[in-house]
């Protein structure tokens, strides 16, 4: 199973597993198709929208543990 770090580009996080994308819309991230997204880390993703980052890589990590 992968594991996510606050380093983990949002575009490979989708290439690990789509179907993250509905957690990470549910928490106000709607812009996982825009191009300078895909080149964001979740650090820097987290920040923007004003999240904890280890706690979103936690709950990342989770999901792929649970869903792979």
Known sequence: MAKVTKDTMIGELLQINADIAPLLLGIGMHC?????????????????????????VEDINNFLEHNA
């Open 32 to 56: 996982l198709g825009c191009p300078s997204a895909q080149m964001e880390t979740i650090a820097e993703a987290a920040m923007v929208h004003g999240i904890n980052p280890d706690d979103l």
